[in-house]
């Protein structure tokens, strides 16, 4: 795999890819040697091959003399074959006169050398103001090949052309036949590209934006669940202990009172009711963890029969009537009319459950008024409370895993589960569920399910 990016050397360039092929417009010899001897320094620090061909106005022994000041140690760099600086004469006697259309698979063949000899790659460059018109067209087809050939390779390339020697048709044809071009204006070095390139990067530099806010959100996200599940496992433990612990009391008293024939009929009873209530609470917890992995999972079973749903509601208000007489809470229903469907039944208790104890929980000594009616072939179940009502911020969340708003120091027991089953529940049912809520002025869920017509035996 071609490594990502890799100094330029020129501050105005960068970064760059392997597999880059740029060109250089220059006027002076100072033009060419303030761009290739950073250019060349950086290939050195990053251990590529160098490559430097030379042409009038920079010669080999001058561009030699320069790199010496910039690095005293180019004899040895040159002795190991990790730099080369040639004019391009010898260069070309070298290469074997090589033609044009098949100079670009000598480079190919030269950075497999490289990296064959340890290098992290070849950094190649050369002066074209050996040119003569007449060569100009089959040139321009040349480099617009390298550029083609150097993808994908380790290979960076960068040409230089004279302006002196170029009219506006050949500058348009160097631009054209390179990803971008470096020159020197008011003494600052300025890229020019194409707009292709351009919007490309553009569009690479939006991506990477997008990708970054991405991975921001999934770390975030992730941060989340972790003390999600943090938070989970403290009130797990915390709500299945309780019960527990209890349990284990009054279990270890009938023992005590047994052996010591202390405990009359009274007291025996008393104490096993209280052993059960807490066998109830520990299993109503562990079918909230059970519904919990099933819902997350996308496993939720559901088991559709003929249900009268204002058969339901009265059959939940009287199972609570206890429940809400201890919260001092007064239950009003409207549920005459058969309204019947194909839903679980199961599951339809469980959401009603949920949403009373919702209200019990929150609004104590409240009214609470449920309601259940049909609405444009849809079955409709409200359940509204007079309690204090939900705070504006908390009503995006209230269906949240693991969300009480009630504060940790006023904290009622439970996973906060019960709301995010039953928007589950609902969903599954492919049914709605909605909100309303003012402070001060109350709280009104409504589950609005599908019909689906009972067949006739």
Known sequence: MVAADVDSGIPAVGLLPWGSHFCQFYDS??????????YFLAGIRGNAQCVWVTAD???AHQARDLFRAAVPNIDALERSGQLEIIDYQD?????????????H?????????????????????????????????SFADYEARLTGAFRGHRIVGLCAYSLGRCNSDSVIDVVRSHQFALTRRANQWELIESSSLKIAKEELRQLNE??????????????????????FISVASHELKTPLTSLQLYIESLLRAGAKGTCSAGQLAERLTKAKAECGRLEKLVNYLLDFSRALSGQLALTPEEVDLSDVARMTAERFSENLDKAGCKLSLRADAP??????????????????????KYAPGAPI?????????????????????????DQGRIFDRFVQLSPPEHHRGGFGLGLWIVRKIVDAFRGSLDLQSEPGAGTTFRVTLPRVPVQSE
């Open 57 to 59: 106005p920079l010669r």
């Open 29 to 38: 010899q100072r033009d060419l040697a303030d761009a290739l001897v950073p």
């Open 91 to 103: 260069w070309y006697l070298k290469t074997g006169g090589l033609k044009t259309e098949t100079l």
């Open 369 to 393: 008024e449920v309601t259940v009616t049909e609405k444009d072939g849809h079955a409709v179940m409200s359940v509204r409370d007079h309690g204090p009502g939900i705070p504006p911020q």
């Open 105 to 137: 698979q000598m480079w190919i063949e030269r950075q497999a050398i490289a990296l064959q000899k340890g290098y992290s790659g070849l950094r190649a460059s050369g002066n074209t103001s050996f040119l003569e018109v007449c060569d100009w067209k």
């Open 210 to 231: 997008e990708l970054e806010e991405r991975v921001r959100q999934r770390t975030a996200e992730l941060e989340e669940a972790l003390r999600m599940r943090e938070d």
């Open 339 to 360: 309204i019947t469907g194909l839903w679980d039944r199961l599951r339809v208790e469980q959401v009603l459950v949920n949403i009373l104890s919702n209200a019990i």
